[in-house]
């Protein structure tokens, strides 16, 4: 016994968007782009489609929602199949565009876990102490919460911007050094605020530039030896070996950080710069006085070797 119900050999627009699962206005721009041929219209001037344009706007359908944009949809129906191919050039077509596809998903894919690996650092170490790398961070751990400071965290940042990774970690020793003995820390307050008072008020030939040059000399000698007590000082050779095990062909290359030598081995995504680049391009607003001082204390320093 036949059922009494006849389908319709033709639908209107709004009919075809309901059944294939889109929009009545994402079907007129699949026309627009030429996507899919304009069907017959009927003696109302309304768009009629049939059974093949209803199989077309589903494998349209499909195909996008798997992430193939319309252009390349589009090109992959203009491919003309081969007679008696049923369609096979539209596939090659298709299988040409999927295999593009997926190699963009693989990437997204890469980039996804890179990103979600980076979030979960920064939920486990602290934000900021998240975004540097785990070179410098594997360094850090072993500090109480909250004994670095955001000042420590922003001249690690810098550091290992300029110098990369390991010259970030080696300088860590020194915040480390700080964090873990009180007075020394606040020897180092002073004489950072010593500097900071030799504004652009201050001359050059200010006596008060050469005596602070000298508290400055003599905090590094004092910070410098308990680094050496502490051990800091062995754990980093053990960091130039851990680097060097990790980048063996830029140990071979004699660089020790980086292929060009500026330690940045490790850019994360970042153009890479040389040091002297980087440098000239982070503004520090130190005055006439302040960097005398700061060459004064440099001559200090030579001259103890």
């Known amino acids: 016994m036949y059922s009494s119900f006849v389908p319709p050999r033709q639908v209107r627009i709004g009919d075809a968007a309901a059944f294939v699962g889109t929009t009545p206005r994402a079907i007129r721009h699949y026309h627009e782009i030429g996507l899919l041929p304009e069907p017959v219209r ?17 494998w349209i359908r499909r195909t996008a929602d798997a992430g193939i944009a319309l252009d390349d949809i589009r090109d992959a129906f203009a491919d003309p199949a081969p007679a008696g191919a049923g369609g096979a050039g539209d596939d090659d077509g298709i299988a040409g565009t999927l295999e593009r596809l997926e190699k963009t998903l693989v990437a997204q894919e890469a980039e996804l876990r890179r990103q979600r690996t980076a979030v979960q650092r920064m939920r486990a ?36 911007r300029i110098f990369g990774p390991l010259g970030a970690a080696v300088q860590a020793g020194r915040f480390i050094a700080l964090a873990t003995h009180p007075d020394l820390r606040e020897e180092s307050d002073r004489v950072d605020a010593a500097e900071e008072a ?22 590094e000698e004092a910070l410098h030896a308990v680094i050496e007590d502490s051990g800091l000082a062995a754990g980093d050779d053990a960091l130039f070996d851990s680097w060097d095990a990790l980048h063996p062909d830029a ?9 060009d030598g500026t330690g940045q081995g490790s850019g994360r995504g ?21 960097l005398r001082c700061m060459e004064l204390a440099e001559e200090l320093a030579a001259h103890d070797v």
């Open 42 to 58: 009927g003696g109302d001037g309304r768009r009629r489609y049939g059974y093949e344009d209803m199989i077309r706007l589903l």
């Open 125 to 160: 170490e602290g934000s900021r102490m998240g975004l540097l790398s785990d070179f410098v961070t594997g360094r850090l751990t072993s500090l109480p919460e909250g004994s670095l400071r955001q000042a420590d965290l922003d001249t690690l940042l810098v550091t290992e």
């Open 198 to 219: 030799l504004d652009d008020t201050i001359a050059v030939d200010d006596p008060r530039v050469a005596r602070v040059a000298a508290e400055r000399h003599a905090f």
């Open 251 to 259: 140990a071979d290359e004699g660089a020790g950080a980086g292929a």
């Open 270 to 290: 970042h153009e890479l710069m040389s040091a002297f680049e980087a440098i000239g391009k982070m503004p520090y607003d130190f005055s006439p006085a302040r």
